[in-house]
């Protein structure tokens, strides 16, 4: 899991290289004790459950992607520093699913969508992606790290529930919030569309890649099939022991990390296009 | 003598249109205390945003003028103005947003171009003016409501200001803690504008009043004269009881 | 320790994050040292000692259940090994943060080069989470008091609106509030950059805390390695 420190670290470094006021630090960081408290009020969310808003996305609809990613890594890094809850190894893994890639999933069906008629939907499936995918991303994470799927699963129905409940919460209180102030909803402007399709397109291709990851070893396909009669797995044994020393040595005996690694590196290229995209966007900002 | 504060013929319109301000006009002499009184939403505190320049600083034909020691309340001269006025607002909370007291009271000089160590000096001299010192490590939430708004006003004497404007200064304030800041106050040097409800502390440190009315000046005169003009003290009608 | 160099303190608290998550075999007795090395950082630093384990549980509901579930799926090492290094995690953060005020720790950190408005951010959440957490608070007992949990009082769909209602009069109060915060801000001559006072010193003290916090972790895992 100490792997996923190095993506987060991109992740991190690229909110840095968004020149943000200092005059906005108090906004953000008050919003980011609101989402705190919100936690305090329970929805009701079926039989005899109660469930309450993770924020992300109603963040990002408010106040924009790139401060609502701001706002989520400080409330992770809040909770798991001085609450202790959340786990600081895995404060990493949790600021890239949660707070860039969740709040950018969150985002962009309300960005593409907001302004026409399906913008309920849009705000809601703006909701449910934000937990949906995170929570996918978080379990490639753990099946890279050698988690058996079975496992998963149970975590999987959790999220699957989640998911639509957070859609309903945002859409329930982005509706008040426009009854009371229409001004802190943002109106996503249709035109200058380029920067948040690609963004659009990174995000479902990490998607993808992710659910791959997930299932790639579920079915033994050819080339399996093919490194078992020639022996090949035998050699695979040997060679990644040395760079990765340290993890159990049945993980990398299986032909699972042959289909692992090139999922890894399809995240790893998908990273490498939105750090440039970000790039990009940020010079343009400044020129602007 | 040159006046403090020189406020002509003031108008403001709220962004839906109302007018909150329809030319007002006022003056505050140097070493003067003056209350603002007046109904909620009559434009006292739009009123005294226009002071520092948190409204108004734009400027615009037909909107009257507001000086503030000779110099005009407009972008270039908001610097100095707001190291002449110091503003205290009703919400300590908002106002104390460091996370240590010396820290919060020092964000001032620290704004004037102090170094930090000159401005910590500042800072101490300041909470020493307010009965504050031993708190200057603490953190602003675990002060009372009359802690808060000595450290709230330490933060401005910090800047070294001529005038103290205070916006409902008492509010969650107990009996103790009012007479303690009408204390403090009385001993400051300061011109000072109070905006308040509390006419009983208002007339312990101001000469004057002056009675706002839907955005307009309705009287102005010694607290009693306008309390008993505008109906304006607190006197429960008795039942037929007697009792 | 409570007047150590944050950036130390920092260090310190990463060398043994990563010393500890990147231990694998005999996982259990270098915890069991490591563990050992923080209860008497603990005790050194005058905190109480129960205190701070019952603290740091604070992560084991969620790591044992996932440990649970490992063992269910054949594989209880792995589980025992999460458990083990969260609860040591926990405890490690515990007494750093428990030792250095927010601020100050804040400061260790962007020395260590976290970005100084993300810092900054997380100073004003922290400032005002209790203060707003309070208005949730007042509000969710405003609503209880008028029959909101009675489930029979009010349909699912009414409750779940007024819920969000609820959420969105706090989000209005939350902005609202930082609007003040500008205004006050304003008033008293902000240009648009905040400045700090603090300016770190590191003492001698803190090479000895720099030397036993990071290199102590390092060589007890390698002794136990070694040794075992």
Redesign the interface.
Known sequence: MDVLAAPAVIGIARQAQRRFDDARAPLLGVMGAFVFAAQMINFPAGVGTSAHLLGGALLAMTLGAPAATVVMTAIIAIQALVFQDGGVLVMGANILNMAVVGVWAGYLPFRFAGATRWRNAAIFSGGALSVLVSAVCAMAELRLSGLPLKTLAVSAVVFLISAPVEGAITLGVVKALEAIQPGFVRQPEPGRGLHASMLAIGLAAVFLAAVGVLFSSTAPDGIEKLGLVSGTSERVKVLPATPFSGYEASFFASPWVRKASAGLAGLALIYGACLAIGRVAAARKRRA | MQPLIEVRNLRYRYEDGTEALKGVDFRLDPGESVALLGANGSGKTTFAMHLNGLLGAEGGDGRGSVAVCGMPVEKRNLAAIRRKIGMVFQDSDSQLFMPTVLEDVAFGPLNLGLDPEAAAERARTALHRVGMDGAAARAPYHLSAGEKRRVAIAGILAMDPEILVLDEPTTFLDPPARRSLAELLHNLPQAKILVTHDISFARSICTRAVFFQNGAVAATGSIGDVVDQFGWGFTPAKNDSGR | MHRGDPRVKVLNLLVF??T??????DLLPIAGALGGLLCCAIVWSRLPLTGALG??A??LP??LAFAG??W????PT?GIHLAV??YL??L???LV?STT???A?LGGLEAMG??R??L??????????????E???H??KAAQSRGATAAGMMG?SA???A??????????R??G??A????????????????????LHFRRADLALVIAGSLGPVALRLAVERFS
């Open positions: 994050l990563v500890l998550a990147t231990a694998h075999r603290r740091a604070v992560v969620f790591s579930v490992c269910i799926a054949g594989d792995r290094k969260s995690s926990a490690a953060v515990l943060v005020p927010l601020p720790l976290a970005p408005f993300l900054m951010v997380a100073q004003f959440l922290y400032r005002y989470l209790f203060v707003i957490s208005e949730a608070q509000m969710a699912r409750r779940f609106r819920a969000a209602g609820a959420l969105a009069v706090l989000f209005a939350s902005y509030r930082a003040e915060i500008h205004r006050a801000m304003l008033a008293r001559g902000f240009q648009g950059h905040i400045e700090t006072l603090a300016a």
